[in-house]
């Protein structure tokens, strides 16, 4: 496996088209007789068909602020949310055709009354909409209303989700209570599986601290830390408990990262990782710095505290590199991405901690899902604004291009952009 690199985003630099490097001045005299070269070529011979820009407006569609979208595959979903009764709608990015609307009179879903609409996702098959009191399934191919259940779902693999009711945790040996903001006590939920062909709930827990679904697994398994404080892995399916933290390490209000095989914990002056299925220690190292958290970073370990980050090596626990500067990272296209304050950062070698591409100008961030190529973004002092990608196995910024607006509420998939550029408008572009 290639050495990941780590990202921190940085300060915005000022308003020019983004450089990919500073050449030294020998490249530049290369540079120039290339170019010369070329031109005495076309001259000659004619001139190559000009390229294809990797940018290209595919569509426009309306919005407002209640409106919500979801990118999956060549599939744009646009929930319009006001005036009732809520409309999904699925358009075609590759033709711009409309696909299907779906009204959602559901009467489970209309008693919301007057709470807003939360999400719009799509878990496989299925479009997931919720709003507060209720999650309403749709049948991706049709829009055909599938099924509608009460509470907030998360979608899943394997067929299962989870449904989440916030309470908070009880005193010892008292009943829970509902999740009022002025309760007093740690706030934890209530799980319950879904089956999502059919809405039917398939099991409730108990009120619980945290949990973590764990995707890279065979079948659906949760990561559980209850409320005594007990690590568990549960069954998806059934909810039945699969294996239990045993050799002593109880962190009551700490919650463990995993990297869907390995879970991290750290507590007092040590890191430890578990075997994700059977909860099985795999090695203990002394920490970095006390009572830090570890984080998964591909094949290494994120040691993370006070803004300081160290790296180990996720098989054994051996130190990589570091201390370096930053916060919370997080592993995109094969790179460790190491966020700062507002989305600031730069490429870093977390061997030495060197600074590899300085991402001062890329400061405008572009939401995306988990696992995704991150696309970055710029505005300058006129109405126009710079995109670009960060390439899985390139410690480069490839540009795309540029836009004639100030685009807003940005998102991206590993194919299409969208962002609002007016008050009622939502622009999609391709890239490559």
């Given at each position: 496996m290639?050495?990941?690199v780590?990202?921190?985003?940085g300060?915005q630099?000022?308003d020019?088209?983004?450089d990919?490097s500073?050449l030294?001045v020998?490249?530049?005299?290369r540079l ?5 070269a070329?031109?005495?070529?076309a ?5 190559a068909?000009?390229a ?5 407006e ?5 919005t407002?602020p ?7 595959g060549?599939?744009?979903y646009?929930?319009r949310?006001?005036?009732a009764?809520?409309?999904v709608?699925a358009y075609?990015?590759?033709d711009g055709a409309?696909?299907?609307?779906t009204?959602?009179t559901?009467?489970?879903?209309e008693r ?5 609409m939360?999400s ?8 997931l909409v919720?709003?507060?009191l209720s999650?309403?399934a749709l049948?991706t191919?049709?829009?055909?209303i599938?099924w509608?259940?009460?509470g907030w779902?998360n979608?899943?693999?394997?067929g299962t989700g989870?449904g ?7 005193d010892e ?6 999740g009022?903001e002025?309760?007093?006590g740690d ?5 319950r599986?879904?089956?999502l062909?059919?809405g039917?709930?398939?099991?409730r827990?108990t009120p619980?601290?945290?949990y973590q679904?764990?995707d ?10 209850n ?11 059934t909810g039945?408990?699969?294996a239990?933290?045993v050799d ?7 919650v463990p ?8 914990i750290?507590?007092d002056t ?19 710095a006390?009572?830090?958290v570890g984080?998964?970073c ?6 993370v505290k ?6 180990l ?11 370096v500067s930053?916060g ?8 460790v ?6 989305g600031q950062?730069?490429v870093?070698?977390?061997?030495t901690?060197?600074i590899l591409v ?9 939401g995306s899902e ?5 696309v970055?973004?710029r505005a ?9 990608v960060?390439?899985p196995?390139v ?6 291009g540029?836009v004639?607006y ?8 590993d194919?299409?952009?969208t962002c609002?550029?007016g008050?009622?408008?939502l ?5 490559r």
């Amino acid at each position: 496996m290639s050495t990941p690199v780590t990202i921190e985003l940085g300060p915005q630099g000022q308003d020019r088209q983004p450089d990919r490097s500073r050449l030294p001045v020998g490249r530049y005299a290369r540079l120039a007789a290339g170019a010369l070269a070329l031109l005495l070529a076309a001259a000659a011979g004619g001139s190559a068909p000009p390229a294809r820009s990797p940018l290209v407006e595919v569509a426009t569609r309306p919005t407002s602020p209640f409106h919500l979208h979801a990118l999956a595959g060549d599939v744009l979903y646009s929930v319009r949310t006001d005036p009732a009764p809520a409309v999904v709608t699925a358009y075609d990015l590759v033709d711009g055709a409309e696909l299907w609307t779906t009204p959602l009179t559901g009467a489970m879903f209309e008693r919301s009354g007057g709470v807003v609409m939360e999400s719009v996702r799509v878990a496989g098959d299925q479009v997931l909409v919720g709003r507060g009191l209720s999650t309403v399934a749709l049948d991706t191919a049709g829009g055909r209303i599938l099924w509608t259940t009460a509470g907030w779902v998360n979608g899943r693999d394997h067929g299962t989700g989870y449904g989440i009711e916030e309470v908070v945790l009880p005193d010892e040996g008292g009943p829970p209570v509902d999740g009022e903001e002025d309760s007093i006590g740690d706030r934890g939920v209530i799980l319950r599986g879904i089956d999502l062909d059919t809405g039917a709930e398939l099991w409730r827990s108990t009120p619980i601290r945290s949990y973590q679904p764990l995707d890279r697994t065979t079948g659906p398994r949760l990561l559980v830390v209850n409320v005594a404080g007990v690590i568990e892995v549960w069954d998806g399916h059934t909810g039945a408990v699969r294996a239990r933290l045993v050799d002593g390490v109880r962190p009551r209000a700490k919650v463990p990262m995993t990297d869907g095989e390995l879970v991290y914990i750290g507590a007092d002056t040590t890191l430890t990782a578990y075997d994700v299925d059977t909860l099985n220690r795999r090695w203990r190292v002394p920490a970095p710095a006390r009572d830090g958290v570890g984080v998964p970073c591909g094949a290494q370990v994120c040691f993370v505290k006070d803004g300081r980050t160290w790296f180990l090596d996720a098989a054994t626990g051996a130190a990589v590199g570091g201390p370096v500067s930053g916060g919370l990272p997080a592993v995109h296209a094969g790179h460790v991405v190491l966020y700062g304050n507002g989305g600031q950062g730069r490429v870093v070698d977390p061997h030495t901690g060197r600074i590899l591409v300085d991402l001062t100008e890329w400061s405008m961030p572009v939401g995306s899902e988990f696992g995704t190529r991150p696309v970055l973004a710029r505005a300058t002092d006129e109405p126009r604004s710079w995109f670009a990608v960060l390439d899985p196995g390139v410690a480069a910024v490839r540009v795309l291009g540029s836009v004639p607006y100030r685009p807003a509420d940005c998102w991206a998939s590993d194919t299409y952009i969208t962002c609002q550029t007016g008050q009622e408008e939502l622009r999609v572009w391709r890239y490559r």
